[in-house]
């Protein structure tokens, strides 16, 4: 079965530094580019970009280039979204989502980790 | 980067009713469209892929069609499960745009 598990909910404050994970299981790893999604509260989904575990090849959507950083540890089936630094505008939910082979639509999605910024 | 108008917005409709949702992409995608049903608290789920081929397990009530810029998701008979909210999704490029969604709601 294949399956996405995020880390856990987060409370940070701002210019605080912080990485969340995303651990994949049930399927070659290596072999999906995986995606990150945000969604801020009570608002849509928002592509943020994707990585390619086998070579970290990694696409960003313009409005989050140089936002974040989206790596992978392929030895240990997991990715990663970090912040150098923090903003209350970086409340949100985010979810990690696998792309399919088959078209590279999202076929699955992590259950989200909720991330809160407040001084 | 390419642009998903999707509508309406918000839908009221009530059960066994017919509801159609459309997405425009701002340029052409092929068929490079898929759509999700996202219930509050959840992960989106997908329905739709390759804009029109059902996903294993959804149920034969939705179905969708367009190529190019013109997309529509339909449910042919709303059930009370379907009360959620839909987004388009193109997967064209690597930006992967998503449509700003459209609440189904009970009348």
Redesign the interface.
């Known amino acids: 079965e294949v399956q996405l598990v995020q880390s856990g909910a987060e409370v940070k404050k701002p210019g605080e530094l912080l990485k969340i994970s995303c651990k994949g299981s049930g399927y070659t790893f290596t072999s999906h580019w995986i995606g990150w999604v945000r969604q801020m509260p009570g608002k849509g989904l928002e592509w943020m970009g994707v990585i390619y575990p086998d070579d970290s090849d990694t696409r960003y959507s313009p409005s989050f280039q140089g936002q974040v950083t989206i790596s992978v540890d392929k030895s240990i089936s997991t990715a990663y979204l970090q912040w150098n630094s923090l903003k209350a505008s970086d409340s949100a939910m985010y979810y990690c989502a696998r792309r399919s082979r088959n078209g590279y639509h999202i076929d699955y999605w992590g259950q989200g980790t909720l991330v809160t910024v407040s001084s | ?1 390419i642009q998903m108008t999707q509508s309406p917005s918000t839908l009221s409709a009530s059960v066994g009713d017919r509801v159609t949702i459309t997405c425009r992409a701002s340029q052409s995608i092929s068929s ?1 469209l ?1 759509w ?1 049903q ?1 219930k509050p608290g959840k ?4 329905l739709i ?2 804009a029109s081929s059902l ?1 294993s397990g959804v149920p034969s009530r939705f179905s969708a069609s367009g190529s190019g810029t013109e997309f529509s998701l339909t449910i042919s008979s709303l059930q009370p499960d379907d009360f959620a909210t839909y ?1 388009c ?1 193109q ?1 064209n490029s ?8 459209t609440k189904v709601e009970i009348k």
Request: aromatic share 30%.
């Open positions: 980067d490079w898929a999700y996202q992960a989106p789920k997908l892929y390759k996903e987004y999704h997967y690597y930006s992967g745009t998503f449509g700003q969604g």
